[in-house]
């Protein structure tokens, strides 16, 4: 079983597919990590003529050695370069494979990102989108830092998640929108188990009809 999980930063699509990964004893792939693992690999590069260049040789040789430090993945520079090496096209498609291979694999997998029910994983078996208003994005990403003791200017985290939001819903190669068969999970109101229980009840829904047919 394929599960694609998409939506925007901090809507807690990382955790619910954490915990659907748990829940059906599935591997997670958060394909966030590897736009953000390129965006650290030509952080020096910013701004200048070889930027483009140096993101696609660093998209293509990516492999899961580079995933394993998050504490500098999962940072904040990291997630300003991520979307700045994502509005690449040869950055995305040299990337695609690596996701299409781990959510093919034998059992199948959960994969969460922008574009995985539109373009990784069309063929995925189900489609969650997970939306949750600006500023309770912003307050879990602001607890998220806190907790590793760091200081959160919250004005500034929520220009910087709306600028980030804006730039993915804009990228021309990003596919980042709900798939027409996608299931809308609005998480704004919910807790982490709450969330979780809705996305179960969403995928067993789901395989029961598929089961029928
Ligand atoms: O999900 P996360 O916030 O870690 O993603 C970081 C950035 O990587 C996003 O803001 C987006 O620009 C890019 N991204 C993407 N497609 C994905 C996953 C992430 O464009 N499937």
């Known amino acids: 079983m394929i599960i694609a999980v998409d939506g925007p930063a901090a ?12 829940h059906y004893r599935l591997p997670h792939l958060d394909t966030g990590l590897l736009y953000r693992a390129v965006g650290l690999a030509v952080g020096d590069a910013v701004g200048t003529p ?4 140096r993101a696609i040789a660093a998209a293509r040789g990516l ?19 991520a ?16 996701q299409r291979d781990f959510a093919h694999q034998p059992g199948g ?10 373009v990784v994983c069309p063929d995925a078996d189900v489609k969650l989108f997970i939306e949750a208003d ?10 998220q830092f806190e907790l590793k003791g760091l200081v ?4 500034a985290l929520y220009h910087q998640i709306e600028e980030r939001d804006a730039r993915d819903r804009a990228n021309p190669y990003g596919g980042f929108y ?6 809308l999970l609005d998480t704004t109101r919910l807790d982490i188990e709450a969330a979780l229980r809705a996305a179960v009840a969403i995928v067993d829904g789901v395989m029961a009809k598929k089961a029928k047919q």
């Open 134 to 143: 600006s500023k309770a994005r912003m307050e879990r990403r602001a607890r």
């Open 152 to 155: 959160v200017d919250r004005y």
């Open 50 to 53: 070889q930027f483009e260049a």
């Open 109 to 118: 997998a959960v994969i969460d990102g922008r574009d995985i029910g539109t």
């Open 63 to 81: 492999d899961a050695a580079h995933l394993t430090d998050l504490a500098q993945l999962t940072g904040d520079a990291a997630s300003t370069l």
């Open 178 to 183: 709900p798939a027409p068969d996608a299931h």
């Open 11 to 22: 809507s807690g699509k990382g955790t619910l597919a954490a915990g659907l990964a748990a």
């Open 83 to 98: 979307s700045q090496v994502a509005v690449i096209a040869e950055v995305r498609v040299a990337l695609r494979q690596y």
